[in-house]
């Protein structure tokens, strides 16, 4: 742990349209923002070595409160020293709330004012979870940024059911801020709700602001709604967001929708595509979607792609990294994931420049032409 006296902080470095740089300051380290986060669900990130993961280029990574609190627990990581000593990662850890994956076991919950009565997906165990709960685990897992327990309703929903699900995440906010207390060294974010109705965008932004947060979450989107009408939101969601704050994008996304909301003002985002898909032999390149187990791969000497620095295209033919993933053998995730962990730091990094020098649009007119122009596969 760093100095107990240092501060969390977001400074603004360049900004080109609504695209930002930053840095995000923590006593763990700094973030440079725009920032994708790994997700490690049950303290690891699939497949990778912590120190493979920094390797990438990952300042920081997310962390489930809904799996580590059922598994391992989070009394016992306190114990164990908290989640940086267990999973053996130093630098910054956001926690989400637990809230979306609660929410998300339709049918095994229970939603009050308090908050949510549910069974765990594992051995079927009772738990309640409410904003208090949900701050003290983030607190006993040691969680750099602390996210506030909200309700995410799945969509399609009514705008009267949006409307109520978004005012009770407000009073769920409110309770999160009181009992996160005073925390130096920590932050906890706010997250705004109100499904794709601008109305209560709004709404939500005020209110989150009226709290007063040390960064600010656009939740609610990524979750069926469609590139467009998520796009759609971010148009005026950042804008309504305080400038000196960061703002983090949850749950996203696929390499377009990331460089498409960095374009509208966001600074962090999180997702499990390019972990997942390493698993899946699905692999993202600056060429477009390369699908590993294709026949097609099997005598191809060449990398995954001629101009990635990673180890997976340094070392490894596609003819190989085809053969692996065919077999089962355990290298294919490794190399897969480390490559679309690598390809996923590139575009921020290769964004986080641009913004700098002014030339966003530009970069990003290369990125959708050379995507264009390669050998995309059908998913
Ligand atoms: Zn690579």
Redesign the pocket.
């Known amino acids: 742990m760093g100095s107990a006296s240092m501060r969390f902080g977001f400074g603004k470095v360049a900004q080109d349209g609504a695209a930002r740089a930053g840095v995000i300051r923590t006593p763990r380290g700094e973030i440079r923002t725009p920032a994708f986060m790994p997700v490690g669900t049950a303290a690891t990130v699939k497949a990778m070595l912590p120190e493979s993961v920094a390797a990438t280029g990952a300042d920081i990574l997310l962390g489930n409160t809904y799996h580590l609190m059922l598994r391992p627990g989070a009394e016992r990581v306190a114990r164990l020293g908290g989640l940086h000593r267990f999973m053996n990662w130093q630098r910054p850890i956001l926690t989400d709330s637990g809230g979306f994956q609660v929410m998300s076991l339709a049918g095994l919950r229970k939603l009050t004012e308090e908050g949510v009565t549910f069974r765990s997906h594992i051995d079927g165990s009772k738990h309640h979870l409410t904003p208090e709960r949900s701050m003290e685990i983030q607190a006993l897992l040691g969680s750099d940024i602390v996210m506030c327990f909200d309700e995410c309703p799945a969509l399609p929903a009514s705008d009267k059911a949006v409307a109520e699900s978004m005012r009770l995440s407000m009073r769920w906010a409110a309770r999160s801020k009181e009992a996160f207390g005073d925390r130096p060294g920590h932050a906890l974010f706010g997250i705004m709700q109100g499904g794709v109705t601008r109305a209560l965008r709004e709404e939500s932004a005020e209110a989150l602001k009226e709290i007063g947060f040390d960064g600010y979450a656009v939740g609610g989107l990524a979750v069926g709604e469609g590139q467009e009408a998520m796009f759609g939101v971010l148009d005026y969601a950042p804008g309504s967001l305080p400038e000196d704050r960061p703002r983090y994008l949850m749950g996203v996304g696929k390499p377009d929708d990331i460089v498409g909301a960095v374009k509208r003002g966001i600074d962090m985002m999180d997702c499990v595509l390019p972990s997942r898909s390493g698993r899946t032999g699905q ?1 993202f ?1 600056r060429h477009g979607v390369v699908n590993i187990k294709n026949a097609r791969h099997q005598d191809d000497p060449r ?3 001629e101009d ?7 070392g490894y033919s596609r003819a190989y990294l085809h053969h692996v993933f065919r077999a089962g053998e355990m290298i294919s995730g490794m190399l897969l994931t ?2 679309n962990l ?2 996923f730091q590139q575009i921020m990094a290769e964004m986080r420049a641009a913004i700098v020098e002014g030339r966003f649009t530009e970069w990003e007119a290369g990125f959708h032409a050379g995507r264009a122009q390669g050998d995309i596969e059908p998913l």
């Open positions: 692999v390149t990398p995954l792609d990635c620095t990673c180890p997976a295209c340094c480390w490559h690598h390809y």
